[in-house]
């Protein structure tokens, strides 16, 4: 059987990156699969968090994701610490995953970039592994992510294979990640080379989900550019990383191609351009952000969505961790 698993991070407001990467992604994919999506609250605290704003962004994420159409009757949609067995599993297999693995990972390096190597977290550190257990707890096949997400995918599908190597057994599934759509790594507005993110310190680096129609039409016309006309076909966006960028949203937001956005935009500048860029945003993100403000007004409504999204994900997992208790030789009374 087919099952889904992805989350966000309530870290900060979500952007057009997590929309375009992810959540939209989500929502296509809720017709064909049995689906779980997590708001994993358990990692936003590898960085330091406002306990208020936490539990502000928890529901925001959760609101979002409805807002943009995903359906909490079809889909269970629930808050990772809600769920135990995401921790417990996780102390688990980080008892089969080397440092060695870990040190490969280069969200950590970018992550604890700045500090001094014994400053960063142990919990920034491990934060493959608690992925890992999101996923394996569900025993979830596919995995629908941005493309920054690939190599910690790629860990998960490593840990799974030395847990079922260990104790001998194909218990758990490997997870395929699926990196879909056009826009699969959006960048940030003020640097094409960096990705858009919720840590960047220019808010304009990036369009919030919560974002007014003037803010967005304000940081898409003060958005990097170069002197150059729009060209006419994709290979002429390679070394232009902004404009490649802004192409490459338009087609995720139009649902076409670059290559078709280039046949209607090549060889204009880019002011025609982006005025039809900000219609076309406001237009897809307006009803999503209107929805999710009515949702954020009705904390309890949301609550209730978590709970009963929590008491579903749990009947799932603390199955799945009995079983692996079983396994590893753990005594269950
Ligand atoms: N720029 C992006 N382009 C495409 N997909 C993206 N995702 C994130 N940024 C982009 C995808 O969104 C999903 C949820 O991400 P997350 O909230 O768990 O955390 P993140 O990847 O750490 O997001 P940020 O914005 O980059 O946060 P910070 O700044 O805190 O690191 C994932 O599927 C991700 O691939």
New binding site residues.
């Given amino acids: 059987m087919n099952r889904i698993f992805?989350?966000?991070?309530p870290?900060?407001q979500?952007?057009l990156?997590?929309y375009?990467?992810?959540l939209r992604n989500w929502v296509a994919l809720q017709n064909d699969y049995e689906c779980i999506y997590c708001v994993?609250d358990l990692?936003a605290l590898t960085?330091p968090q406002e306990p208020d704003v936490l539990r502000n962004n928890i529901r925001e994420v959760a609101a979002a994701y409805i807002a943009a159409g995903l359906d909490p009757e079809r889909n269970i949609i629930f808050n990772q610490s809600a769920v135990s067995a995401h921790a417990e599993l996780s102390w688990i297999l980080s008892c089969h995953a080397p440092l060695g693995w870990l040190n490969r990972m280069t969200?950590f390096k970018e992550?604890s970039q700045g500090k001094q190597a014994n400053d960063a977290v142990l919990g920034l550190f491990a934060y493959p592994v608690l992925m890992a257990a999101d996923i394996l707890i569900h025993k979830a096949t596919h995995v629908?992510?941005?493309?920054?997400?690939k190599q910690h995918l790629e860990l998960a599908r490593d840990v799974a294979g030395a847990f079922n190597r260990a104790y001998g057994q194909d218990y758990f599934p490997l997870p395929e990640p699926q990196i879909l759509g056009e826009?699969?790594?959006?960048?940030s507005l003020r640097d094409g080379t960096k990705?858009?993110?919720?840590?960047?310190t220019s808010d304009y680096s990036r369009i919030n989900m919560t974002d007014d129609a003037d803010t967005i039409a304000q940081k898409i016309r003060k958005a990097k550019t170069d002197p150059e006309p729009l060209p006419t076909a994709v290979e002429g966006l390679a070394a232009r990383p902004e404009a490649d960028n802004l192409v490459t949203i338009f087609a995720a937001l139009a649902d076409t191609s670059r290559a078709d956005v280039l046949a209607r935009f090549g060889g204009q500048n880019f002011s025609g351009f982006k005025k039809e860029l900000v219609d076309l945003a406001v237009d897809r993100l307006a009803p999503i952000t209107t929805r999710m403000r009515e949702l954020t007004g009705d904390k309890a409504e949301i609550d209730r969505i978590l709970k009963r999204g929590a008491e579903r994900a749990d009947a799932i997992a603390s199955r799945h961790l009995a079983e692996v208790k079983d396994i590893v030789g753990l005594l269950r009374f």
């Fill in positions: 992805s989350g966000m991070q870290t900060r979500l952007h990156g997590n375009l990467g992810a994993v990692h960085l969200q992550k629908p992510v941005g493309e920054d997400q826009a699969t790594r959006v960048m990705k858009m993110s919720k840590s960047d």
